[in-house]
């Protein structure tokens, strides 16, 4: 550990080049807003011809209108092992660069072919993989140039950027369908995408050789020591630790997918006040900023309670919200749903922040990128989850046993945070 005293200023450059790149990269955050466009109605039935700027696109039931998005993430957190072991080997630019290009390419691919399968060849598999490549790419670059005793916050601002990008993508999105329709959005959202991606990328940078974080303030007091051994991805998957840090990612972020997929439809659906109705997309835009900020405020207060503390104070609050849900939306109280979402919102965003310090905590540093891309497949198996809801959902025409198994399976993700230790050196 180094000497006591401050970070360069260059440290703060990649962290919030990081946070740039991944403004742009969490478009999958927004998804509710095109779902809620390609959504069937009693007088639009699945499969049926959209008119006017979508002519070309067809209705989707439920589960149809999701499966892109899960199959996004799917892939993001397959590409985030390729993309993280670029990282570590290459240097962050390059994947950031390539991640950039990738979900350009599938956002105009999208809104090119108009169809279902557009979406998830566009969206889905080339979206998902410029996802992977370009996150996997900025967290590690950062947090290599802070000590442990301030890695929850760096972590929580770099990832907190892709959380925020709901806040600015949902309200856009909305509009850019509303003039140019679906593929006008998908088509201009892609290249901005890309112009900002490979601009940011290129700010992202390594430490120079030789280079020791400082240390914490005499007397500070937090984490525990963190390791002092630097794992090898093949020594991590021979811990049990790495498998349920993979379940808390599970849990964690099985019930933050559920909400986002579904934020403007269920807003659509509780609110009784026309404005609300109109403006469905808010709830998702409000879910971006408690998400962005759920990132930051956990990895704070993460780096002097514990991890594991944090992660105990966002899943029990969280899995009661999630049980509770299917009253409030009955009852029609906007209020109390902008409420529980942005509970489930901040939790989620906090297990973001809390995995990926997890993993350098317990495994090292040296090779987070490759480390980190193994556990975060928790995160792109818990995409299975909204894609299940989609199914119940048109099979009973409510999300309600949806939010009773999200909620179960955060309080199971709960009790196992109760038994983690960082393994034995």
């Known amino acids: 550990m180094g000497q006591p005293g401050s970070v360069p200023g260059r440290a703060w450059v990649v962290t919030f080049a990081g946070t740039a790149v991944n403004l742009c990269l969490g478009i999958l955050y927004a998804w509710s807003v095109w779902k809620a466009r390609l959504l069937a109605t009693a007088d639009h039935p699945a499969g049926s011809a959209m008119s006017g700027l979508d002519e070309g696109w067809t209705y989707l039931t439920d589960a149809q209108a999701t499966w892109a998005y899960s199959i996004c993430g799917f892939i993001f957190a397959l590409f985030m092992i390729p993309g993280g072991r670029l990282q570590d080997r290459y240097g962050p ?186 403006f469905a997309w808010l709830l998702a835009s409000f879910g971006g900023f408690v998400n962005a900020f759920g990132r930051v405020g956990t990895g704070l207060y993460s780096d002097r309670i514990g991890r594991a503390n944090a992660y105990l104070c966002n899943g029990l609050i969280s899995a009661i919200c999630l049980l509770l849900t299917p009253l409030v939306i009955s009852s029609g109280n906007v209020l109390l749903l902008f409420a529980f979402v942005g509970v489930a919102y901040w939790q989620y965003g906090g297990g973001l922040a809390l995995l990926p310090a997890f993993t350098a905590d317990y495994f090292g540093a040296k090779n987070l990128g490759f480390n980190y891309g193994l556990v975060f497949l928790g995160w792109g198996i818990a995409f299975f989850v909204p894609l299940l809801a989609g199914y119940i959902k048109d099979a009973t025409g409510t999300l309600d046993t949806a939010f009773y198994l999200s909620g179960g399976l955060l309080l199971a993700a709960v009790t196992v945070s109760r038994l983690l230790r960082r393994p034995e050196d």
């Open 93 to 278: 630019k390059l994947g950031a660069t390539l991640g950039g290009l990738s979900l350009a390419a599938g956002c105009i691919v999208a809104g090119l072919m108009k169809s279902y399968t557009g979406l998830i060849l566009g969206f889905g598999v080339l979206g998902g993989i410029g996802m992977g490549l370009g996150y996997a790419a900025a967290t590690p670059a950062a947090v290599r140039w802070f000590g442990p005793h301030q890695r929850g916050l760096v972590v929580g601002l770099v990832v907190g950027g892709y959380g925020g990008a709901a806040i600015y993508i949902a309200p856009l999105a909305r509009w850019l369908i509303e003039v140019y329709g679906l593929s006008g959005s998908f088509i201009g959202l892609g290249v901005l995408f890309a112009l900002v991606v490979v601009a940011a990328g290129q700010l992202l940078a390594w430490p120079p050789a030789g280079y020791t974080p400082p240390a914490p303030p005499e007397g500070s007091q937090g984490q525990k020591a963190p390791t002092g051994t630097d794992w090898t991805p093949a020594a991590m998957l021979k811990t049990w630790q790495f498998y349920a840090l993979v379940f808390l990612f599970i849990g964690s972020a099985q019930s933050g997918l559920l909400v986002i997929a579904n934020a403007t439809p269920l807003l659509k659906q509780t609110a009784t006040p026309e404005f609300f109705a109109q």
